[in-house]
C-alpha cells in the first residue's frame, strides 16, 4: 500500500476541493491510503457520507494550524509545528507517508521539502519538476521555483533527475536533454549556462543536445528541459498568461456576430477536447525531486481535479520506486568522485 500524506487546508478552494479530489483518487486506485492533514473536527464532517470502504484507507490527523502566503515561509514552518504542511512533511520524513501533496504556500511547502523531508545525500538542491504541455506531448521542465540562484553543477544535477524521471515513469528509454539558454548557438548565454553546458557535454551517461530556446519550449524541442529556477519560472508563467490571452481573444471572436457563434457551436466540443490534453490539471503538479521522500506541490488555485491527479501521480512516482533509482544514482556518483 502507498501512504500519501494530503495538506486538506491548502489552496484557495481548501477544503472541499481537496476532499473530493482525494475522494476520486482512492476510488481510481486501491492501493493507496490517504493520511489527511487539518481541523479534524471539519474532516470528519466533511467524509461522514463517504462510502466505508473507502473510508477504510483514510486517516485523519488533526493539524490546527494553517501556514498563509502572507508568512515567511521558513519562519512558518519552523513555528507551526502543527500546520498541516509541517505534520504532513514530518511523516514523510519518518516513513510514515511516502508522499506529501499541497496546494497550500508555496514557499512553505518548498521549505518544509527541504528543511524537514531532506535531501538525498550528494544532491546539492532539490529542482521543483512539472510535465508541461507541448505540440508533441508532455515533457519535464525544470527548475520552475525553487532555486533561483543557481550553480553549474546543480544543474547537471537537475538533468540527471529530468533523465531518471523519464525513463522511469515516462517510459522514455534516452530522453532528450536541453538546456534553457536565449539562444541554440553555442557562444550565447550568461556565465551560468555556459559552464554548465561544458559540463553537460562532458557527461556520457546522459543525452544531452545543447541549448534550447523558449519559442522551441512549446514545440516540444526536448523530452527534458533544465534551467534555474528565475529562468524556468518566468518561462512558464509567460507561457500560461499567452495560453489565457488566446483564449480570452478567441472567446471575444467567437461571441461577436451570429455567424461566429454559429461556428462556436461547431468547433466547441473538439476545441474543448482537444484543450483537455494540454490542461495542467491532468498533471496534477510539480514535484520536489531529489528529497528523502516525496513532495508534490499544487497549484494555489487547484480544483478537485488537479488534487486527484496529484495523488495519483504520487503513486506512480513511488510505485516506479522513482526516487530509489535517484538515491542509487547520486550514491553511485559520490563513490565516483
Not at 501556514?67 to 519552523?78: D, F, G, L
Not at 553537460?200 to 523558449?214: C, F, K, P, V
Not at 461571441?255 to 457551436?265: D, G, I, N, R, V
Request: hydrophobic share 45%; net charge neutral.
Amino acid at each position: 500500500m502507498i501512504n500519501i500524506a494530503l495538506d486538506v487546508m491548502g489552496g484557495d478552494n481548501c477544503p472541499q476541493c481537496n476532499l473530493k479530489g482525494a475522494l476520486e483518487a482512492l476510488k481510481s486506485d486501491d492501493e493507496i491510503i490517504l493520511h489527511l492533514y487539518g481541523p479534524e473536527d471539519i474532516i470528519s464532517s466533511e467524509i461522514a457520507s463517504w462510502d466505508k470502504d473507502v473510508r477504510s484507507r483514510v486517516t485523519v490527523v488533526n493539524a490546527q494550524e494553517v501556514i498563509t502566503t502572507e508568512e515567511s515561509p521558513a519562519a512558518a514552518v519552523r513555528k507551526k509545528k502543527n500546520s498541516s504542511i509541517v505534520m504532513g512533511a514530518r511523516a514523510v520524513r519518518e516513513g510514515r507517508c511516502d508522499a506529501l501533496v499541497s496546494a497550500g504556500s508555496s514557499g512553505a511547502v518548498l521549505a518544509a521539502g527541504q528543511l524537514i523531508v531532506g535531501r538525498l545525500p550528494g544532491v546539492h538542491r532539490p529542482p521543483l519538476a512539472s510535465m508541461i504541455p507541448t505540440k508533441k506531448g508532455f515533457k519535464l521542465f525544470l527548475d520552475l521555483g525553487a532555486n533561483v540562484d543557481a550553480r553549474p553543477e546543480w544543474l547537471v544535477q537537475f538533468a540527471l533527475m529530468g533523465k531518471l524521471y523519464m525513463q522511469r515513469v515516462q517510459n522514455i528509454p534516452d530522453p532528450e536533454i536541453r538546456l534553457m539558454n536565449l539562444g541554440v548557438e553555442e557562444e550565447k548565454g550568461n556565465a551560468l549556462t555556459k559552464a554548465a553546458n561544458e559540463l553537460l557535454r562532458a557527461r556520457s551517461d546522459m543525452n544531452y543536445a545543447g541549448y534550447i530556446e523558449t519559442r522551441d519550449v512549446i514545440f516540444g524541442g526536448a523530452d527534458v528541459i533544465v534551467a534555474d529556477a528565475f529562468t524556468g519560472n518566468a518561462v512558464l508563467k509567460t507561457m500560461e498568461s499567452t495560453v489565457e490571452f488566446v483564449l480570452g481573444i478567441l472567446k471575444e471572436v467567437l461571441k461577436s456576430s451570429l455567424s461566429t457563434k454559429l461556428a462556436a457551436l461547431a468547433i466547441m466540443g473538439p476545441l474543448k477536447n482537444k484543450m483537455k490534453e494540454f490542461s495542467s490539471a491532468e498533471q496534477g503538479g510539480a514535484m520536489l525531486l531529489g528529497l528523502n521522500g516525496l513532495v508534490m506541490k499544487c497549484h494555489g488555485n487547484a480544483e478537485e481535479l488537479d488534487i486527484k491527479n496529484a495523488v495519483l501521480k504520487s503513486a506512480r512516482f513511488i510505485r516506479e520506486g522513482t526516487g530509489d533509482i535517484i538515491r542509487e544514482a547520486f550514491a553511485a556518483e559520490n563513490t565516483v568522485r
